[in-house]
């Protein structure tokens, strides 16, 4: 009907708009009906006419029982429309749930009253729907924008009915020391208010423009449909006006009532989020969970206000009540429920371990008969030590900070940024928040500006603890948390960056307390316990297969970390360790190894010399380093600027590890001269789990040999990763032709490559705020699906073949790439390789992208001798190339600076190969 010049109320006599021509919508959906409205803005008795889009009329017809009923509110300035894909999904045989998505009074085709109808009367209004629709349990409510807070004010008015929530991108409550958002202000100024959202059509436009990608030109007429003319948009008008921006405002008492009543409705709730809203941001998310911290949450990077036009909301929700089964849908439904913990190890409690907080030995190390020697130091740029923490001042330090942590409000489930390099001021800040039981949240500043302050946004710390740089970025971009410095700054430095107190103002009063304490009662008054089951971290992966994803910890969870590095790489009390990676750096005190960072920028690990390794292990004469693949190639790089004291000091080192990326054995040769006393180990491991394999340079020659000998089954093809760690179990997922791992079935078989899967005490809890990611991840019980690509050998051992996402799928054949890639990497003139696919998939060309040596000057086709050389090197992996080009720098993730972006190298090949200007992979 729209786009033919038809009234938008013309109606066929019936209860059905003519031709309702809206993409997306099934015309049998769309129905009106007359209700009697018990507002008091109404006239007694007044009947109201009301649209809806329901499916329920079109499941009967079917022969279709539906589990229950979605019951879709909009909110301003959108209308019905906005839940098309939910009516869609409900009609499916496979979960059929009647969706009922209403028209609110004045808005979409439901009447124009000529009322102006609050908050209370809306949820009334809503309940005067229902009743008319004879609408019984069970119900799922489902709201957006203010359709949020009427939906819920509608389910807490109908607790019998209501067996869940479904939120997005809403708010139930605003801080009354606090400005409303921008776009807000601007829409309720007196100047603005009636031409933006009543005269004109502004306020319709510019929230459509919100959509991320935009919409498409069909779908944003469909949205302005109902609004053509002043008249029929009196409703956004005073939908708008009906904000309650103070407590002065007539409709605060009702969002009040909404947002206390929250608190206690215990139905399964789903959150589903756009971050990137400018009006409803994640602030609003944070609220929403503390009112409901049952919630599942899943926020979609990248979407923002119109989350369900941005992004695929039908699925997650209807797997969400697929996932909580008869809870929702009733006793009778026939939905399965799957399992619902969240936990991925199902151990029994006789299985588990001990419970040893991360911090355990602590306490026993500065009474004990190593008291004075160092715990942790660091390194300045002139190889000295620049500052260092006895095992005796580091426990003091951690209780002063964590008593001043406390007075300042820092507690259990408080979440408190960390932005500080490794060193002691991290360590005490660290240990003293985990004391606390607060929760720590670490975001590496290699992710970048734009990376980080995703993450941080998204985390939504209560607390941000930073050095300036950190600070300034915080105030710039707005990032979340009361602001605490590393050291005690001017004041108006302070004012300048909004920092409240520092570390060292925190420890000064810790310490007092502290004191005091012990002058009064003559003891310590101890730390609350924490809980093992509570959560503790959430650490940042890098980045580098798309926007970095929060990895949530329990405390048992950091603790069996911690057990199983102990057991696997025997690092103990006593042990000396140099951390040039920064969750190794914090596990040492918890080792009771004495740490020390190198002078570098961790965040970069390609700044690690050999002179700044060598210094900081002759620093503490340590036994262990750990570093990553790009900082030993720095390291080897600069090795010949080291003296000989370095180079007797490297020669003492006992283990080295160096995790992150594939370590190619040549590099581990050059490194074994440097450290030839040291047994050199490179562990496979992730954000989601570290360690999880591990072996040795001989290992990793053994199983070359073995691949090249062609005497052990399934040796070759990728990277050896050597065999489970301590207490962990790995198996893998069969990949399909299509290149995708369906499972469930898991296997270790031998020479089989699938998706690997791990179990183990240290694997994750949860991806923070991303349930479906989660979902996806721990879709097998007690397993984490990695991702990654591998298979085993007859010996055991594993090896990693690549990404699942980076699987090639050519005709005839599903090509992974690691393996072709080392073949290519053998040749003199090739320094780094990836191999990607190009166009669609099961047709795709494999193709290989190459950086030489020395460096091509630009980006394009490699010259017909280096081509063959790669075609042939590739084919003796088995992986037939079709393409060969060259770069002059591969693009690396940015944290580890050894992780190929290989979908960026898809794209840029995709364009070359069309025809298109080389350019900048």
């Known amino acids: ?66 589990i229950g009923t979605l019951l879709c509110v909009h909110g301003n300035p959108t209308w019905s429309y906005l839940w098309r894909t939910l009516v869609r999904a409900g009609s499916d045989p496979a979960h059929p749930w009647r969706v009922v998505a209403v028209d609110q009074l004045d808005m979409g085709y439901s009447e124009r009253t000529g009322t102006f109808r609050r908050l209370a009367d809306r949820i009334n209004d809503l309940g005067d729907l229902t009743d008319a629709l004879g609408l019984e349990g069970p119900v799922v409510t489902v709201g957006h924008d203010w359709g949020g807070v009427i939906s819920s004010g509608w389910a807490l008015e109908h607790p019998q009915q209501v067996t869940a929530v479904v939120l997005t991108n809403t708010a139930v409550h605003h801080p009354s020391d606090s400005p409303l958002p921008a776009a807000l202000r601007l829409a309720l100024h007196p100047a603005v208010h009636r031409w933006g959202t009543t005269t004109s059509d502004a306020f319709l436009r510019v929230t459509h423009s919100l959509a991320n990608p935009p919409l498409p030109a069909d779908v944003g007429k469909a949205f302005m449909a109902p609004y053509r003319g002043a008249a029929r948009r009196t409703g956004v008008g005073n939908f708008v006006a009906d904000i309650p921006a103070d407590p002065s405002h007539p409709s605060f008492p009702a969002l009040t009532r909404v947002a206390e009543g929250l608190r206690g409705l215990k139905v399964p709730a789903l959150m589903l989020w756009g971050p990137t809203d400018p009006i409803f941001s994640d602030r609003y998310l944070k609220d929403l969970i503390a009112r409901l911290p049952h919630a599942d949450v899943h926020r979609f990077e990248g979407a923002g206000h119109l989350v369900g036009e941005d992004r695929d909301i039908a699925t997650p929700v209807f797997d969400w009540l697929a996932v909580h089964g008869a809870k929702i849908g009733g006793d009778d439904s026939p939905v399965a429920a799957a399992p619902a913990s969240r936990h991925l190890i199902q151990d029994t409690e006789e299985e588990k371990p001990a419970f040893r907080p991360l911090w355990d030995s602590l306490s026993e190390l500065a009474a004990g008969p190593a008291k004075e020697d160092i715990a942790v130091a660091e390194m300045a740029s002139d190889g000295s030590v620049s500052h260092s923490l006895s095992w005796q001042q580091l426990d003091r330090n951690i209780l002063d900070m964590a008593e001043g942590l406390r007075e300042s409000g820092v507690g259990h489930g408080t979440r408190v940024s960390l932005m500080v390099p490794p060193g002691t001021d991290l360590t005490v800040a660290l240990y003293a928040c985990l004391k606390l039981g607060a929760v720590v949240v670490v975001a590496d500043a290699g992710l970048g500006t734009k990376g980080m302050s995703r993450a941080v946004k998204g985390a939504t710390a209560d607390f941000l603890i930073g050095i300036d740089k950190a600070l300034a970025a915080a105030s710039v971009l707005g990032w979340p948390g009361q602001r605490i410095s590393v050291k005690d700054l001017p004041a108006a430095r302070r004012r300048i ?425």
Request: glycine letters at 10%.
């Open 497 to 921: 960056l909004g920092v409240e107190t520092s570390l060292a103002a925190l420890a000064r009063n810790g310490a007092t307390i502290r004191d005091a304490r012990r002058l009064r009662n003559g003891d310590e008054l101890p730390m609350d316990s924490v809980d093992p089951s509570a959560p503790a971290a959430v650490l940042f992966t890098s980045g580098s297969t798309g926007p970095a994803k929060g990895v949530l910890y329990t405390h048992r969870q950091l603790a069996a970390m911690r057990d199983t590095v102990a057991a696997t790489f025997g690092i103990h009390s006593g042990s000396r360790l140099v951390a040039g990676f920064a969750p190794f750096a914090l596990l040492g005190p918890a080792l009771g190894a004495v740490s020390v960072t190198p002078a570098m920028d961790v965040t970069a690990p390609r700044t690690l010399t050999a002179g700044a390794l060598a210094d900081a292990v002759a620093a503490i004469e340590a036994s262990v380093v750990f570093a990553s693949p790009a900082a030993l190639r720095n390291v080897i790089d600069t090795r010949g600027d080291l003296s000989r004291t370095g180079l007797i000091a490297l020669e003492n080192v006992e283990l080295l590890l160096s995790a992150g990326a594939p370590v190619p054995e040549p590099l581990l040769a050059q490194v074994q001269q440097l450290m030839p006393g040291a047994s050199l180990h490179t562990p496979y491991g992730m954000t989601e789990a570290l360690p999880v394999t591990d072996i040795s340079l001989e290992d990793i020659r053994a199983a070359d040999a073995d691949a090249d000998a062609g005497t052990i089954a399934g040796a070759g093809n990728g990277v050896c990763v050597g065999k489970p760690v301590h207490g962990a179990r790995v198996a893998v997922i069969p990949l399909a032709a299509n290149g995708t791992a369906p499972g469930p079935n898991r296997v270790t078989d031998a020479g089989v490559t699938g998706e690997i899967l791990i179990s183990a005490p240290h694997v994750k809890e949860a991806y923070d705020r991303l349930w479906l990611t989660q979902r996806e991840s721990a879709s097998l019980a007690g397993w984490h699906r990695t991702g990654d690509v591998g298979h085993f050998d007859a010996a055991g051992r594993l090896w990693v073949e690549g990404r699942l996402s980076h699987v090639v799928t050519a005709p005839g054949a599903v090509v992974t790439p690691v393996g072709a890639e080392q073949s290519i990497e053998r040749l003199d003139r090739v320094r780094m390789a990836a191999i990607t696919g190009v166009g669609p998939s099961g047709t795709q060309a494999v193709v290989a992208v190459v950086e030489t040596v020395p460096p091509v000057p630009k980006a394009g086709p490699a010259d017909p001798q280096l081509a063959g050389h790669v075609r042939r090197a590739a084919s003796q992996a088995g992986v037939e190339v079709n393409a060969v080009l060259v770069v002059p720098t591969q693009p690396t993730d940015i944290r580890h600076n050894a992780k190929i972006d290989r979908t960026r190298l898809a794209r840029w090949a995709s364009q070359v190969l069309a025809g298109g200007r080389p350019g900048k992979p």
């Open 1 to 66: 009907m729209h786009g033919r010049g038809l009234r938008p109320e013309r109606w066929n006599g019936g209860n059905r708009l003519v031709a309702a021509n809206w993409p997306g919508v099934d015309p049998e959906w769309s129905r009106t009906l007359r209700v009697r409205s018990t507002s008091e803005v109404d006239a007694p008795g007044v009947l109201r006419r009301w649209h809806v889009l329901d499916n329920g009329a079109q499941l009967s017809r079917r022969g279709l029982t539906p």
